[in-house]
């Protein structure tokens, strides 16, 4: 099998994701066998970077590393040129470690401890944001040189998957007095930036926050600032499932940033995604370790042996697989996730199907995966698959019961390895890039690729 290093980390070339799913469970150790893996697709993550080109171009992607700091996926962003939004002095170094220049950094948590300010004012990562009057004596104290971004909170949240409102941003109507603190310290504040909410599913919210951000721009102004930065944050959906789609919110986005903030206007405009980047392009299986069937219509009641069912009542199984919600399923209690599973092969059409559950491996009984669903009956040593795993996943996972953290696989399509290598060589703003289909994420078969530029026509197939 072809391979090469991605940020020290093994990719293989050319594998399809399922594929590599099933070579894995036939291969290794009979520990190692069994264990729950992920099998990342790094060209699902360029084929969104094309994506995010072509729809919103004049907008710079700074990838939120919180989301999923995979070596992988940070060494494939950094190679594609984009920026990073870090969270903390660990992430600012996993970034700089990767001799990313400090000025593709934003350090964009607005309540920060203070030996992390000063590790970032010792690396010249002087991008930060801030929504409060203690945090700005702070810098002044730690480092004063910064570019500061006053972080707001969007006119409505309520919209998303996961809000941040109750936590982040100050009311737009008290930037000023927040500025007005600002410019008697003598600091250095050069735009705004929002968070709609994560996973949002209302593309307004974006235009509404673009217009809010507008008019604390022209407060700013008053002030004596002069803002040139504007950081519209993350939110942006990352599965091809999600109730809304990109193309959806860029047609409402762009028209917004026409408007307030158009091209030669001198305003650069970033982004923070986070879940856009990573949620389809990971894979988990997890293996069924144990398997009990207990009477369909009196579930979680006494667990009887398969046969010990009498022939009138119908099971339901409740199968125990070696991945949970204390590991990366902790998405279905944090990041409120929907999962559905699949298994490793499609079964025969007219297999019968049962009620099922699908639990951790933990002795929690909170360790549910799947309350309820309909599979056929499958046994111990089997897999099940979920798509859509890469976004606050494996990052938030515990070892709680000393449950291991599954290995990661990471596999690439040749065209797309083929680019990179390219790109490792010449200037991003040159390179042509293979045509995607904007419905399913995946390359269009191209033979004569190299010879194609990526425009938007190209993608709408
Ligand atoms: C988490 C976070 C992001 C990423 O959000 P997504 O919804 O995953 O795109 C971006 N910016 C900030 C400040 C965040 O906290």
New binding site residues.
């Given amino acids: 099998m072809m391979q090469f290093t991605l940020n020290k980390t093994v990719v293989h070339i050319g594998k399809a994701a399922p594929e590599l799913a099933a070579w894995k469970s036939g291969a290794g150790t009979y520990e190692d066998k069994e264990d729950a893996f992920f099998v990342a697709d790094l060209s699902d993550i360029v084929n969104k970077f094309r994506i995010w080109k072509c729809l919103l171009p004049r907008v710079q992607p700074f990838y939120?590393v919180?989301?999923n700091d995979d070596p992988c996926v940070l060494g494939l962003l950094a190679q594609l040129g984009t920026g990073f939004?870090c969270?903390s002095k660990g992430e600012i170094q996993r970034i700089l470690d990767m001799k990313v220049s400090p000025n593709r950094i934003i350090y964009?948590n607005p309540c920060k401890q203070k030996s992390y300010i000063k590790y970032a004012a010792k690396h010249g990562v002087s991008m930060m944001t801030f929504d409060n009057e203690i945090e700005l004596y702070k810098i002044k104290a730690t480092f004063p040189n910064s570019k500061l971004v006053i972080r707001i909170m969007p006119p409505d949240d309520s919209k998303s998957q996961c809000q941040?409102g109750m936590k982040f941003g100050c009311d737009p109507n008290d930037a000023g007095h927040l500025l007005r603190i600002a410019k008697e310290l003598d600091l250095n504040v050069i735009g705004v930036s929002f968070?709609v909410g994560?996973?949002c599913y209302d593309a307004t919210a974006f235009s509404e926050a673009v217009a809010s951000a507008h008019s604390v721009f022209q407060v700013a102004e008053e002030l004596g600032f002069n803002f040139d930065l504007l950081d519209i944050?993350?939110?942006?959906p990352g599965q091809w499932s999600d109730k809304i789609t990109f193309k959806e919110i860029c047609d409402e986005l762009t028209p917004a940033l026409d408007r307030y903030f158009p091209e030669g206007s001198g305003v650069r405009v970033i982004a923070?995604?986070?879940?856009?980047f990573v949620a389809s392009a990971f894979t988990l299986a997890v293996n069924i370790i144990a398997k009990r069937a207990v009477p369909r219509d009196n579930p979680g009641g006494y667990a009887v042996v398969v046969d010990g069912i009498s022939r009138d009542e119908e099971p339901h199984y409740m199968y125990y697989v070696n991945d949970g919600v204390y590991g990366s399923f902790n998405c279905l209690l944090f990041d409120h996730a929907e999962i559905e599973p699949n298994l490793l092969e499609t079964p025969e059409p007219g297999v019968p199907t049962y009620s099922s559950s699908i639990w951790g491996p933990t002795c929690d009984g909170l360790d549910c995966i799947k309350k309820q669903c309909l599979l056929p009956e499958l046994n111990t040593g089997e897999w099940l698959v979920f798509r859509n795993m890469g976004?606050y996943t494996m990052c938030a996972a515990s070892a709680f019961n000393g449950m291991p953290k599954p290995h990661c696989y990471h596999t690439i399509h040749e065209s797309c390895w083929m680019l990179l290598m390219k790109l490792a060589k010449s200037d991003a703003s040159d390179l042509k890039l293979l045509p995607v289909n904007m419905k399913t994420g995946h390359n269009v078969p191209q033979t004569e690729h190299d010879s194609i530029v990526l425009d938007c026509d190209c993608l709408r197939t």
Wanted: proline share 5%; with cysteine.
């Fill in positions: 939120a919180k989301c939004d969270a964009a941040l968070h994560s996973g944050g993350g939110g942006f923070e995604p986070g879940r856009y976004a």
